[in-house]
């Protein structure tokens, strides 16, 4: 079993829809990040969370650390917020571990 | 600020062959992580460089390995190449601060290992 989890792997939303995307762990983690990922590679680092909520325009980032579960919100879908959003939780100080990523295509 | 760079962008290699790939950190930042990701997995992480010296280590045979320079840019070396080094590599680079610490990511450099 994949010390993080995300699900669903693979989502497809219309223009609109209010979407989640959720990240379960099994470790201590000192921190967990949302990174977006597009064709071609490069990501870009969303949120970084050790507790609570944190918002940035459209974005949505929760985590529960008594449960080891954090969820990505994405208010008002856009299709340019088609990507791969991968989770990934932090070690001590050292390493990233990531999630699979979570695919998910906006269609006008 | 250009961010994390990485060069090449785009490397065709053959088996048995040496890579080397590049990265500059953010600037500010002194610590730069590499990671490889093959197609549809999550990227996998291969070590850390801080203060010229690997930090830590992920679960990669000896033929990787690194080098930071003292401007704390960072090489990843691989030798004696195998078909499944074909992956995108990521460098990421961060400046730990009082437990507080994001990691930039890089466009990475795509390897193709024929």
């Known amino acids: 079993k994949n010390e993080v989890e995300q699900s669903p792997q693979n989502l497809t939303a219309q223009e609109g829809e209010f979407i989640t995307i959720n990240c379960s762990y099994s470790?201590?983690?000192?921190?967990l990040h949302w990174l977006q990922q597009h064709p071609g590679g490069g990501i870009v680092s969303l949120f970084m969370?050790?507790?609570g909520k944190k918002k940035h325009g459209r974005l949505i980032a929760t985590i529960n650390i008594q449960e080891k579960h954090s969820s990505l919100h994405i208010t008002a879908s856009h299709p340019r917020d088609s990507a791969v959003y991968i989770c990934?939780?932090?070690?001590?100080?050292?390493?990233?571990?990531f999630g699979t990523g979570t695919r998910l295509q906006v269609f006008p | 600020d250009a961010g994390v760079t990485q060069s090449p962008t785009h490397l065709i290699k053959t088996r048995g062959q040496q890579v080397t790939l590049r990265c500059s950190p953010k600037s500010g930042h002194d610590t730069v992580s590499w990671y490889q990701q093959a197609l549809g997995q999550g990227p996998q992480f291969i070590f850390q460089y801080y203060e010229e010296e690997e930090r830590q280590r992920g679960n990669f045979p000896d033929r990787f390995s690194g080098h930071q320079f003292p401007n704390y840019s960072s090489e990843l070396n691989v030798n004696a190449l195998l078909l499944g080094d074909s992956a995108l590599y990521l460098c990421?680079?961060?400046?730990?601060?009082?437990?507080?610490?994001?990691?930039?990511f890089g466009p990475g450099t795509r390897l193709l290992v024929l």
């Open positions: 990421a680079s961060s400046f730990p601060l009082a437990g507080r610490e994001t990691q930039y």
């Open positions: 990934a939780v932090k070690r001590g100080t050292d390493k990233l571990i």
């Open positions: 969370l050790s507790s």
């Open positions: 470790v201590g983690i000192s921190a």
